[in-house]
């Protein structure tokens, strides 16, 4: 892994190379093992330009990275944040016998990838990868990244300069470059609002979506979304013809993200399909070298209460328990968090993210497999993020097609199927189906009598009226295609690829590398497995009323019985309330200085919170109003507090 830097001055100033490496140097703590860059400082009237990179050792491959890339006749350069997971596949499209090319580091097949086929090489990539690309000839720079993501890039258009790198504090080491919060987005993470379009966290610095290019010119700036996935036909296939499909992509998904483990990862185990998966597949795959992977499960620190949450299971222990007994070449550790404050750590989290975190009480426990996983001596965590939108997609989404398109015995037997096999009430398929359809305040009203609450953007989030209206939330959220009374959605295509394009885990993922030297690989955001779960039709996901029906025909091979079969849902960090009590005095603290900083005023109900900590429960936490007030609002605004009063200088 890398941290790029790249800086085009327009204007004739000189010293630009010296600039890049401030650039470079403010990244340090995401590329500590070695630094190289290349300056263009003859552009006469072009201008001069200077990129390079700071590397972080995570594969062999990586003993070969020199810095930037040059192309065989000098006129492209590269400098790239990057992991391919289908070296081989590519060497061999760019029909090469060259040896050398073989143990050359990702960046340079990269290279040899764009100098073949230009930016149609995207299409072709596999792996988690940022990168900026230097055309000398056309005077042209070029950025992208992966489809989902995985590794941030950021830029700032300035006056008489262009400046690009991994994180913003690359951007902030040139004075030119204005140190502020975003406000808006800020607002918009308060409000659930998808990450969508180039704003980043802080102002006048924006990043290259996922799946974008972005081509840099001196006449402007363009963007192009180049990862485009196909709609599924409705075809004759069979289930058998998608189970061994899956198997086949979850397989290899998850046997390229063991390059560089020697034998030994770590992984997020929970009771659910996508963790399991991902843990067994890499335990079975491991087994014949001898490998071995430590799971890390999350288990609550005090008994909790299923008064509210008798379909979720609260404590997660048992049922992965159940899956690592099938592997003798798994360890489970079962780690106890509840104790530790989720106000704990705001700082550190701060300056290694540059961002704030959407759920504090999952932080808490989310950071100790961390750490325990680096005093394990291990580099890599594998987790599955992504499951729910590939293999193990519920496909609830069938109802309300199956009643746009007249299919109505199909619809009658999976209602059916619901009740009796899923054990739903006969609303919750019934609001599924018509949901979708309804106006939105028939909707809130049937919420209300049925649910004895609707979801409200000002119960559940701890946005002021004042900002909501400022910033027009509400329409933002039109534009978005997120409906604030969360009504079931009606196209499960287009549901799945909205939320992966919703999701940018890039921040998270380099700043889990720069704080604890661990990289965190997702198999289930795979392109190969991503595009192929998506061609498979909503019907074959959803039968006889049994939901993920894809997922448990393909983990039957590798998953336990009970697990597979259960109808509850994991809940983590349900213990989650006793950190938030012992830690009361500090949120009180915190609340204190965010009420001190203006722009954090402007955004959050800063009183509403603070009431909230004065009249903290003792009891009733799962209760749905607790969950909604302290867990959501509380926690996700002191964490957008505090992100606004640190981006702001405020103490």
Same mark, same amino acid.
Not at 335 to 363: A, M, Q, Y
Not at 381 to 392: A, P, R, Y
């Given at each position: ?310 379909? &979720? #299971?609260?404590?997660? +222990?048992? !049922? %992965?328990?159940?899956? /690592?007994? $099938? ?76 009643? &746009? #398109?007249?299919?109505? +015995?199909? !619809? %009658?037997?999976?209602? /059916?199927? $619901? ?76 549901? &799945? ?155």
């Amino acid at each position: 892994m890398s941290a790029i830097a790249c800086l085009w001055r327009f204007d004739g100033r000189p010293g630009v190379a010296a600039d890049c490496d401030r650039m470079l140097s403010a990244q340090r703590i995401y590329g500590p093992h070695h630094g190289a860059q290349w300056a263009d400082d003859a552009g006469g009237a072009e201008g001069a330009l200077a990129m390079g990179r700071r590397l972080y050792r995570m594969l062999p491959e990586d003993m070969a990275d020199r810095g930037p890339v040059k192309s065989r006749d000098g006129r492209l350069v590269l400098v790239a944040d990057v992991r391919l997971d289908n070296r081989d596949e590519l060497i061999s499209a760019l029909r090469s016998d060259d040896a050398a090319l073989r143990r050359d580091c990702d960046a340079g097949i990269l290279m040899a990838c764009l100098e073949r086929w230009g930016d149609d090489a995207l299409d072709r990539l596999v792996g988690d990868f940022a990168f900026a690309l230097w055309d000398s000839h056309r005077r042209k720079l070029t950025l992208a990244r992966d489809f989902m993501g995985q590794r941030p890039l950021h830029f700032h258009d300035g006056k008489g300069f262009f400046a690009a790198a991994t994180m913003a504090k690359g951007l902030h080491a040139l004075p030119d470059v204005p140190y502020a919060a975003d406000e808006r987005t800020v607002a918009e993470f308060v409000a659930l609002l998808p990450q969508s379009g180039p704003g980043s966290f802080f102002r006048d610095v924006q990043r290259v979506e996922q799946g974008q290019i972005v081509t840099v010119t001196r006449d402007g700036i363009s963007r192009r979304l180049y990862w485009q996935p196909r709609r599924p036909d409705r075809g004759d296939r069979g289930p058998r013809d998608w189970v061994d499909g899956v198997r086949h992509h979850l397989d290899q998904a998850v046997r390229s993200r063991l390059r560089g483990s020697n034998g030994a990862v770590a992984s997020h185990l929970s009771s659910g399909f996508d963790s399991a998966a991902v843990t067994a597949t890499a335990a079975r795959l491991l087994a014949a070298e001898g490998g071995r992977v430590t799971a890390f499960t999350s288990v609550p620190t005090v008994h909790p209460d299923n008064r509210f949450a008798q379909r &979720r #299971t609260l404590d997660e +222990g048992p !049922l %992965a328990a159940a899956t /690592a007994a $099938l592997y003798p070449n798994i360890e489970h550790v079962r780690l106890r968090t509840g104790h530790v404050s989720p106000i704990d750590d705001l700082d550190r989290t701060f300056f290694l993210f540059e961002r704030p975190k959407l759920n504090l009480c999952n932080w808490v426990w989310l950071r100790q497999i961390t750490q325990e996983t680096r005093d394990r001596g291990l580099g890599i965590i594998l987790h599955g993020m992504m499951g729910n939108m590939t293999f193990s997609y519920y496909g609830l989404e069938l109802l309300p097609e199956l009643l &746009r #398109t007249g299919r109505w +015995g199909r !619809l %009658a037997r999976e209602y /059916a199927g $619901l009740m009796t096999r899923a054990g739903m009430s006969w609303r919750a398929p019934a609001g599924i189906t018509f949901g979708p359809y309804m106006p939105p305040r028939l909707w809130g009203r049937l919420t209300m009598r049925f649910q004895g609450f609707k979801d409200d953007v000002f119960n559940y989030t701890a946005i002021s009226r004042r900002g909501f209206d400022e910033m027009d939330i509400g329409g933002l959220a039109k534009a978005r295609d997120l409906d604030l009374n969360y009504r079931p959605r009606k196209d499960g295509f287009a549901d &799945r690829v909205w939320v992966l394009r919703r999701t940018d885990p890039g921040n998270n993922n380099k700043g889990t590398l720069a704080g604890w030297g661990v990289d965190l690989r997702d198999p289930t955001a795979d392109r190969r497995l991503a595009e192929y779960c998506l061609s498979i039709p909503t019907e074959a996901y959803l039968q006889g009323g049994v939901t993920r029906a894809v997922a448990r025909k393909v983990l039957s091979d590798r998953l336990p019985d009970v697990v597979l079969n259960t109808r509850k849902r994991g809940y983590q960090a349900s213990d989650w309330h006793v950190g938030l009590t012992g830690g009361r005095a500090d949120a009180a603290d915190e609340l204190a200085r965010i009420a001190r900083c203006d722009a954090a005023t402007r955004t959050l109900d800063v009183a509403r919170m603070q009431q909230l900590v004065d009249d903290l429960p003792t009891a009733d936490w799962e209760h749905p109003g607790v969950i909604r007030s302290y867990r959501l609002a509380l926690l996700r605004g002191i964490s957008a507090g505090h992100f606004l009063r640190k981006a702001s200088g405020s103490n």
